[in-house]
């Protein structure tokens, strides 16, 4: 690791994604992760990669599709917009078994919404999006130094299931600055994976890269066999940070920009007496369901803080199974609460047990 630069969100990204062996990046603008696409115009053609602006973003995913299937590490960014309309590709990518990255910097919505923050892609990227039965990997950063290293774990986790991986940020991470230290660059190598699409040059046997499965037994087959696949990744990638839980009486849940805000509001409650802690899932697909039931051995109420109507607060219930109140703190369209609104939240929580 070298010492630390001071760097904007999206940039991080950028210059993650290549130290991490990315060569291949097809996108396309859309505020506010267009510095994403800039650096990697910039980067891309004096190291010898490919930067192409598609003529959309349907085209661009499709382009990933393509460099996914010959093996190379390969990656589009987007916001929220866009993202709805890579979906098809991406479906077809995960119904392909092939590793990639998809990076959303949120913005409000439906619709074109706004440009401001948001985190109301939430269900869009944990639930699928696109059709059929499948899921993405997703990794939610709460810091410009996350931004960085989540990217470089999401090549490496997407190689090694075959499954596309989703960095989900929000605007104010991807345009924020922060100091971060950079990952050594990776020594660009093509082992040739044994499933690659990299023609035969007649020494082995033809590779095919489908999605379509025409006896239904077949598709039912290869359903469940990526179905074991994501057990396994539940099982051994489920990541979170825990925060003041140790003697936590109250619980609050919170990703990306809003868990920055709500670890202020839980030192402050913490000044005021009240035993607050935080869980913070790092991995929104694999959701850490397994930390908070065992939360509900310990504390008396659960507190979901999120930029959305209420989406991640839906697996916070389902993990508690109902055995615990899970109160909501929300701010939606672009705006963000401040963690005074958390904190009354908290207070509030708190002070409805008594």
């Given at each position: 690791?070298?010492?630390?630069?001071?760097?904007?969100?999206?940039?991080?990204?950028?210059?993650?994604?290549?130290?991490?062996?990315?060569?291949?990046?097809?996108?396309?603008?859309?505020?506010?992760?267009?510095?994403?696409?800039?650096?990697?115009?910039?980067?891309?053609?004096?190291?010898?990669?490919?930067?192409?602006?598609?003529?959309?973003?349907?085209?661009?995913?499709?382009?990933?599709?393509?460099?996914?299937g010959t093996g190379r590490r390969v990656m589009t960014s987007s916001s929220s917009p866009g993202v709805s309309l890579k979906q098809e590709g991406i479906s077809y990518i995960a119904g392909s078994d092939l590793p990639c990255l998809i990076v959303d910097v949120q913005r409000g919505g439906p619709g074109l919404g706004g440009i401001q923050p948001s985190q109301s892609d939430y269900f869009q990227a944990t639930k699928g999006g696109g059709h059929g039965d499948y899921?993405?990997?997703?990794?939610?950063?709460?810091?410009?130094?996350?931004?960085?290293?989540?990217?470089?774990?999401?090549?490496?986790?997407?190689?090694?299931?075959?499954?596309?991986?989703?960095?989900?940020?929000?605007?104010?991470?991807?345009?924020?600055?922060?100091?971060?230290?950079?990952?050594?660059?990776?020594?660009?190598?093509?082992?040739?994976?044994?499933?690659?699409?990299?023609?035969?040059?007649?020494?082995?046997?033809?590779?095919?890269?489908?999605?379509?499965?025409?006896?239904?037994?077949?598709?039912?087959?290869?359903?469940?066999?990526?179905?074991?696949?994501?057990?396994?990744?539940?099982?051994?990638?489920?990541?979170?940070?825990?925060?003041?839980?140790?003697?936590?009486?109250?619980?609050?849940?919170?990703?990306?920009?809003?868990?920055?805000?709500?670890?202020?509001a839980v030192v402050a409650a913490r000044k005021e007496g009240i035993k607050v802690g935080l869980i913070r899932p790092i991995t929104l697909w694999p959701f850490p369901k397994q930390v908070l039931a065992d939360a509900v051995e310990q504390v008396k109420g659960f507190l979901c803080v999120e930029l959305s109507m209420g989406q991640m607060i839906e697996d916070v219930k389902l993990a508690t199974g109902g055995k615990r109140e899970v109160a909501l703190c929300n701010r939606t369209g672009g705006m963000i609460m401040s963690p005074e609104e958390v904190l009354e939240s908290i207070r509030k929580l708190a002070g409805g047990d008594k």
């Amino acid at each position: 690791m070298g010492n630390k630069v001071l760097m904007k969100g999206n940039e991080a990204i950028a210059e993650a994604a290549i130290r991490a062996g990315c060569r291949h990046y097809f996108g396309y603008p859309i505020t506010p992760q267009t510095e994403v696409a800039a650096y990697m115009a910039k980067r891309m053609p004096k190291i010898g990669g490919t930067f192409l602006q598609a003529e959309s973003e349907i085209a661009a995913i499709n382009m990933v599709y393509g460099v996914a299937g010959t093996g190379r590490r390969v990656m589009t960014s987007s916001s929220s917009p866009g993202v709805s309309l890579k979906q098809e590709g991406i479906s077809y990518i995960a119904g392909s078994d092939l590793p990639c990255l998809i990076v959303d910097v949120q913005r409000g919505g439906p619709g074109l919404g706004g440009i401001q923050p948001s985190q109301s892609d939430y269900f869009q990227a944990t639930k699928g999006g696109g059709h059929g039965d499948y899921h993405l990997i997703v990794l939610a950063p709460a810091s410009v130094q996350e931004m960085a290293d989540l990217t470089g774990l999401a090549f490496d986790l997407a190689d090694k299931y075959r499954v596309p991986a989703m960095l989900l940020a929000d605007g104010t991470i991807g345009q924020m600055m922060e100091p971060v230290e950079l990952a050594e660059a990776q020594e660009v190598t093509f082992t040739e994976k044994p499933w690659a699409v990299t023609g035969t040059k007649g020494k082995r046997e033809h590779h095919v890269v489908n999605s379509l499965y025409l006896v239904p037994e077949e598709l039912e087959k290869k359903n469940f066999e990526r179905y074991e696949r994501y057990a396994a990744i539940a099982k051994n990638e489920t990541r979170w940070e825990s925060f003041m839980m140790e003697d936590a009486e109250y619980c609050v849940v919170a990703f990306g920009i809003a868990s920055r805000v709500s670890k202020n509001a839980v030192v402050a409650a913490r000044k005021e007496g009240i035993k607050v802690g935080l869980i913070r899932p790092i991995t929104l697909w694999p959701f850490p369901k397994q930390v908070l039931a065992d939360a509900v051995e310990q504390v008396k109420g659960f507190l979901c803080v999120e930029l959305s109507m209420g989406q991640m607060i839906e697996d916070v219930k389902l993990a508690t199974g109902g055995k615990r109140e899970v109160a909501l703190c929300n701010r939606t369209g672009g705006m963000i609460m401040s963690p005074e609104e958390v904190l009354e939240s908290i207070r509030k929580l708190a002070g409805g047990d008594k």
